[in-house]
């Protein structure tokens, strides 16, 4: 009798497995049904302002025969485009991003900082107490909407204090027309680049993954660096890393990860670059018309495949 009663609880134990798991897989299965679809995806209202405002601010730049760093910022100071333009000074690419950040740190223009940072005044050691990220001299300026409301704000270096302010007063001047204008030329390696970020931004469109898209030069220097609206803030460095890998090691980052195991020739490379190189794909190698290498494409938002294929988007838009 015992005998029997342990079987028959095994088998509607078995039993009641079993339903479970059928349940369970139907109810999987509704699950994964209703798993929404990718949201569309756009610039967003402060990169499509930026695209105006640096279209402008560089064609101010070549009237006045002097290459600048134009950046534009968020309110929270993260980047959402920046331009560098060729024989720019390389220090600008820190001052510009650093004007911007100023004037949404401390919503003002960056050259009204100066006055109120002096001894004894209610910003005084404001630039140490921000580890030099706050400049006290002109070229950020805010950016306001329509409704008199600061969405970020722009930075300038390359020239004298005036001439960084004038570029920059020109390219929210372009905004405030609110009129697409075409950017003059900034070099060959910019103008290459913003060809390609604009065929990669519409690959990330069209795959619904919103991408942050940088270009490099040889130096590993941000060229031009694109962010759309909600993509991820970790590949604002992810995506220049992965640019900086392809010129750094001259392939693409795709091919880092093998050669970077244990007793491969680039063991331990990541560490000894301070976690610059990356492993893993996105950035891709740009060459010329001879094949000679120029610079790198990196693309970062989705995943490993996506993120090449926006990049691989990017470089077939200039073969």
Do not use: C, W
Not at 55 to 70: D, L, R, S, T, Y
Not at 279 to 296: C, H, R, S, V
């Amino acid at each position: 009798m015992k005998k029997n009663k342990l079987i028959s609880m095994l088998l509607v134990g078995a039993l009641s497995v079993s339903m479970v798991l059928g349940f369970g897989g139907a109810a999987f299965a509704d699950t994964a049904d209703k798993v929404p679809a990718k949201a569309p995806v756009a610039n967003g209202e402060l990169l499509d302002a930026a695209k105006i405002m640096v279209a402008g601010a560089q064609n101010k730049a070549e009237e006045i025969k002097v290459p600048m760093v134009i950046s534009v910022v968020d309110m929270d100071g993260n980047l959402v485009l920046l331009h560098r333009m060729e024989d720019s000074l390389l220090a600008s690419l820190e001052i510009a991003q650093n004007k911007a950040y100023t004037s949404v740190a401390l919503k003002m223009p960056s050259a009204d900082v100066k006055k109120l940072a002096q001894e004894g005044q209610e910003l005084q050691g404001i630039a140490v107490q921000h580890a030099g990220r706050i400049v006290e001299f002109g070229g950020g300026l805010p950016i306001y909407d329509k409704n008199g409301k600061q969405i970020g704000a722009i930075g300038v270096s390359g020239g004298s204090v005036a001439e960084d302010t004038s570029v920059a007063q020109a390219g929210l001047d372009a905004y405030k027309a609110g009129k697409k204008i075409k950017a003059a030329s900034g070099g060959e390696l910019l103008d290459q680049a913003m060809t390609m970020v604009e065929a990669a931004e519409k690959k990330a469109v069209n795959i619904k993954v919103p991408m942050v898209i940088s270009v490099v030069d040889m130096g590993g220097n941000l060229v031009l660096l694109h962010r759309m609206e909600d993509s991820l803030l970790a590949s604002l460095e992810i995506a220049p890393n992965k640019a900086y890998t392809s010129v750094a090691l001259k392939m693409p980052s795709a091919d880092v990860k093998k050669l970077a195991q244990e007793g491969q020739e680039l063991q331990g490379i990541a560490v000894q670059h301070a976690g610059r190189i990356v492993e893993f794909g996105g950035g891709l190698p740009i060459y010329d018309k001879n094949g000679k290498q120029i610079g790198a494409i990196g693309v970062s938002g989705g995943s490993v495949a996506e993120d090449t294929s926006v990049a691989q988007a990017g470089l077939n838009a200039v073969k």
